[in-house]
């Protein structure tokens, strides 16, 4: 039996230490944390300390079995779970759990799951530190008290099931308060002016130069004032400036950088950048993934430096030393960067590939010379009038780091640049003629909707969540259907354009489309209404300053300069009885609930709100003798946006087509879209199919092609066994029996297969299911239960 015991949180990390350590060691994983606060209770006895009820999950009983009979016979316990908050707590669940002696038990930690980083590690063990440990109690305290009042209050006053927390409700209130910026924006015009000037480059040929005006024009008459002066004027380079520029690098990754390169460069989301981060760090390939530091070690600038020196050259090395900004960096002490800077690339699958040549490119840049451009500006005089052009030009005289690595933004940063573009040779008082200059109309543009990763940024920006925290709360928001992805088509806008070409000045209208953005952010209606609700009753919940406080508080917490128990009876003292009040608080109208004018048709008013199943719209009242009539909003609709003839339109449904073989053909719209409802059978119209055009012969094709689909999805039925059926699905035939699924050989023929030998198939695979040892990851069939 060997003599050391290693824990450690997950399967994959235990396998890569496992090669580095001798026989004396075992090395076994927790598979996450082996405790936590009972799912469905509140769990916190706030009379007594807002001590929590821990409770062991079912799943993890037996895990917590095997780790407490082999760390019984261990002379000593090393506890290595990861070096941050979530880290040390799963450490000290272990030591209390399995009743570790503190004498046989040390801690230990290393941001990188190298040979080197493991065995110093054991050479430096140190104890728990528990005000980490109640650092993330502390959060994980908070949010439980937060989610648990405020659910309910939200369950009362908008609708059930609904969910609220601390940082998730402040992340939807971002993105809807976006959402709103955009709907009141309003553009404004103004003519952007361009001059196209032909010039003799160097060999004496024709070459064009291109200038822009130096200001934007408020108004048309001022655009064709300019073209009127400029058909009478001489042109003149009035100067010409030269000057050096040097770029520098971007600091090595944190978590929320990579999140956003990864982002921009690969299209990952951001559970997908961590979730292949920590295949990563696991594999021994990166340090730990979630960080706030751009600090680099010695080593790794070391390491780095014989990189570029043996890839590029000395005129190419640069080592830097980067600092930390953020004033609340605490999860590990230095970025995220390749455990080796010598492998420029590893072992893995494709998206392994990708993330990680991204995090090589971006350690070894940042270790790399400035890249030195030689900027050219001509200033261009237009004698008829004060105004001028200016041509800019740029040019690379060493690529330096960017030799590598190139940063990309997001759709929200303007980033104009004229770098490659080279001017042509241009003299002071050159007379320049001008071959074509134009005045085209521009607008002012609306802020762009988040991306996973800009959103993630602005939490940063704004202090709100960790690196821990930013991945899990962007999922939690568009799971519970407060935020979903998606696409916004442009609209169509007019612009004006005029040209000065030989003379002569043109006057034209064209149109664009504007405002369409893909997979972006987009609040719901239920996130609009409980963002307002919270807003209105729970602000300081809602207020951005608030939230980021609480992330210093449990930063000092983790530092040992607060109490942690304090600091949540100071917020509970004055949380808890705002949700006492606002619960029993009496509304006249339903939350959320607009209303929109009167149903010319009845009299009665019409009002959009969320009901029970999502947004829907009511035509009269619950005080009405009769009944009030509702209708769910179509897709793309929304409750901030709709109009009263919108509205009324929903209710022209369902429709009635015709009939069909005697039967009657109508259309409806129900809660997942517009449908044809024929012979007790829905049939979902496709996309773009508009429902009030629809006619009964498009209609009954729709209804027969789903008739042939299901035909040939169900392959074989026995009447002596109505429950086994053979069907077809995506994966090829199978026999569906009594809840589960079940396989068929390769070489059977579906239609030709009888009852008994069916049942032989089904008895057989289960009971070599039986026989099996249970795994997480259980395949799709061999008696799995749909759904």
Known sequence: MPANLVIVESPAKAKTIEKFLGKDYKVLSSYGHIRDLKKKEFSIDIAHGFKPDYEIPADKKAVVQSLKTESSKADTVWLASDEDREGEAIAWHLYEVLKLNPAHTRRIVFHEITKTAILKAIEQPRSIDINLVNAQQARRVLDRIVGFELSPVLWKKVKPSLSAGRVQSVAVRLVVEREREINAFVSEPSYRVTALFQVPDADGKPVELKAEMNRRLKTKAEAQQLLESCRQSTFTIEDITTRPVKKSPAA???????????????????????????????????????????????????????????????????????????????????????TYMENSHISGNAQEKKLYDLIWKRTIASQMADAELRKTT?????????????????????????????????????????????????????????????????????????????????????????????????????????????????????????????????????????????????????????????????????????????????????????????????????????????????????????????????????????????????????????????????????????????????????????????????????????????????????????????????AMELVRAKAEAAAKKHLKKFDEEPELEIMNGRFGPYIAYKGSNYKLPKDAVPQELTLEACLQLVKSQQEKAESAPKAKGKGRFAGKKKG
């Open 252 to 338: 090595p990754f944190t978590t929320s950088t990579l999140q956003q390169e990864a982002a921009r460069k690969l299209g990952f989301t951001v559970a997908q950048t961590m979730r292949i981060a920590q295949q990563l760090y696991e594999a021994g390939h990166i340090t730990y993934m979630r960080t706030d530091s751009v600090n680099l070690s010695q080593l790794a600038i070391h390491t780095s430096k014989e990189a570029v020196l043996q890839l590029m050259g000395e005129k190419y090395v640069h080592p830097r030393n980067y600092h930390t900004k953020s004033k609340g960096a605490q999860e590990a002490h230095e970025a995220i960067r390749p």
């Open 378 to 698: 001509a200033t261009i005089s237009i004698s008829q009038s004060s105004e001028q052009f200016v041509a800019e030009g740029e040019v690379v005289t060493f690529d330096g780091f960017l030799r590598v690595y190139r940063e990309s933004y997001d759709d929200d940063t303007e980033q104009t640049s004229s770098e490659g573009n080279l001017l042509p040779p241009l003299t002071k008082g050159e007379l320049l003629q001008y071959k074509e200059i134009t005045a085209t109309e521009r607008f002012t543009q609306a802020p762009f909707r988040y991306t996973e990763a800009s959103l993630v940024r602005k939490m940063e920006e704004l202090g709100i969540g960790r690196p821990s925290t930013y991945a899990p709360t962007i999922s939690t928001i568009q799971q519970r259907g407060y935020v979903e992805k998606g696409d916004r088509e442009g609209t169509e806008r007019s612009y004006n354009i005029m040209s000065l070409q030989g003379g002569n000045i043109t006057d034209d209208t064209r149109t664009e489309t504007v405002g369409n953005e893909k997979n972006k952010l987009l609040p719901t209606d239920t996130g609009l209404v409980v963002t307002d609700f919270l807003v209105q009753h729970f602000p300081y919940i809602m207020d951005y300053n608030f939230t980021a406080n609480v992330e210093k508080e449990f930063d000092e917490i983790a530092e040992g300069e607060v109490v942690w128990t304090n600091a949540m009876n100071s917020f509970y003292q004055s949380f808890h009885p705002h949700v006492v009040s606002t619960l029993t608080t009496k509304t006249t109208h339903k939350t959320g609930e607009r209303m929109l004018g009167t149903d010319p048709a009845s009299g009665k008013p019409v009002s959009v709100k969320i009901g029970r199943f999502g947004p829907m719209v009511q035509i009269g009242s619950v005080d009405d003798t009769e009944k009030p009539r509702f209708s769910p909003l179509k897709k793309g609709m929304s409750i901030e946006t709709v109009t009263l003839e919108e509205a009324l339109d929903l209710f022209k449904l369902p429709r009635t087509l015709g009939t069909h073989e005697g039967k009657t053909v109508t259309v409806g719209i129900g809660r997942f879209g517009p449908y044809v409802y024929y012979n007790s059978t829905y049939t979902s119209l496709p996309k773009g199919t508009d429902p009030m055009s629809i006619e009964i012969d498009e």
